[in-house]
């Protein structure tokens, strides 16, 4: 009797483990079918965040101070506000009619027109735009804009020529320049080796016979040609004297 009960004691142990592997056979099949039924569904992973699209402006350098030899200064008429700013010529207000007219110039043509902004400049000073202003800050004299980048170039065209104009017979001129294309290039004067009343005045100014009659007038420059000499290897000087004449100063105030 008893080794009966011992005999189904032991097999009733061997089918109670042989359910129990059963059962975790069946278990893991099921978490095998289960896991390989997620992957259809699986969420994909979230990407790093991509850099935010919107442009970042960045202000643009303050130019370095530019030397100057004189405190002399100049009213400006700021067309968009009707209010007249007084500017010190060398560095307040030359470097940015320089940069506004004729900013891709190559170096030496840059300086030729730095010297011809200022040259107008102190020849509006003495012949003046308005009652209580010199000059209007557009193309009614020439255009001043403060908002430009300075390039280091830009600045030195200012201050490497420091206080040059240009005089002839004891005067300084009225320096026209333009652009010289288009219709502006009728108003362009080809002065090289002339002196005296050899030279042609500019139609864009009063014009008198003989010239000499007239010594604020002594042609006009024109700023695509003057590119073109510098490219030529001439420099501001001769530049200078290609348009205006070969007999003016080029001397410090």
């Given at each position: 009797?008893?080794?009966?009960?011992?005999?189904?004691?032991?097999?009733?142990?061997?089918?109670?483990?042989?359910?129990i592997?059963?059962?975790?056979?069946?278990?893991?099949?099921?978490?095998?079918?289960?896991?390989?039924?997620?992957?259809?569904?699986?969420?994909?992973?979230?990407?790093?965040?991509?850099?935010?699209?919107?442009?970042?402006?960045?202000?643009?350098?303050?130019?370095?101070?530019?030397?100057?030899?004189?405190?002399?200064?100049?009213?400006?008429?700021?067309?968009?506000?009707?209010?007249?700013?007084?500017?010190?010529?060398?560095?307040?207000?030359?470097?940015?009619?320089?940069?506004?007219?004729?900013?891709?110039?190559?170096?030496?043509?840059?300086?030729a027109?730095?010297?011809a902004?200022?040259?107008?400049?102190?020849y509006?000073?003495?012949?003046?735009?308005?009652?209580?202003?010199?000059?209007?800050?557009?193309?009614?004299?020439?255009?001043?804009?403060?908002?430009?980048?300075?390039?280091?170039?830009?600045?030195?065209?200012v201050?490497?020529?420091?206080?040059?104009?240009?005089?002839?017979?004891?005067?300084?001129?009225?320096?026209?320049?333009?652009?010289?294309?288009?219709?502006?290039?009728?108003?362009?004067?080809?002065?090289?080796?002339?002196?005296?009343?050899?030279?042609?005045?500019?139609?864009?100014?009063?014009?008198?016979?003989?010239?000499?009659?007239?010594?604020?007038?002594?042609?006009?420059?024109?700023?695509?040609?003057?590119?073109?000499?510098?490219?030529?290897?001439?420099?501001?000087?001769?530049?200078?004297?290609?348009?205006?004449?070969?007999?003016?100063?080029?001397?410090s105030?």
């Amino acid at each position: 009797m008893n080794e009966r009960i011992s005999i189904r004691n032991r097999d009733r142990k061997k089918i109670i483990v042989c359910v129990i592997v059963i059962l975790i056979l069946i278990l893991a099949t099921a978490n095998n079918a289960s896991a390989g039924h997620g992957n259809k569904h699986r969420v994909k992973p979230v990407p790093a965040s991509a850099p935010d699209p919107t442009p970042v402006f960045t202000p643009a350098p303050i130019p370095a101070i530019i030397p100057s030899t004189t405190s002399d200064t100049i009213r400006v008429y700021r067309s968009a506000t009707g209010r007249i700013e007084v500017l010190n010529i060398e560095n307040e207000y030359l470097p940015y009619v320089v940069a506004a007219e004729n900013d891709i110039a190559p170096f030496e043509s840059m300086k030729a027109q730095a010297v011809a902004s200022r040259t107008y400049a102190y020849y509006k000073k003495e012949h003046p735009s308005g009652v209580d202003f010199d000059v209007y800050d557009d193309s009614r004299d020439q255009n001043y804009k403060p908002w430009l980048v300075l390039t280091d170039n830009l600045i030195n065209s200012v201050s490497q020529t420091n206080g040059i104009v240009i005089r002839w017979s004891g005067v300084i001129i009225c320096s026209f320049y333009v652009s010289g294309s288009g219709d502006t290039a009728a108003y362009v004067t080809y002065n090289e080796g002339k002196s005296g009343d050899e030279i042609t005045q500019s139609t864009i100014g009063w014009v008198t016979n003989p010239p000499s009659l007239n010594p604020y007038n002594r042609g006009a420059m024109g700023q695509i040609q003057a590119n073109a000499l510098a490219n030529d290897d001439y420099t501001w000087q001769n530049i200078l004297k290609y348009f205006y004449g070969n007999d003016i100063m080029i001397e410090s105030k």
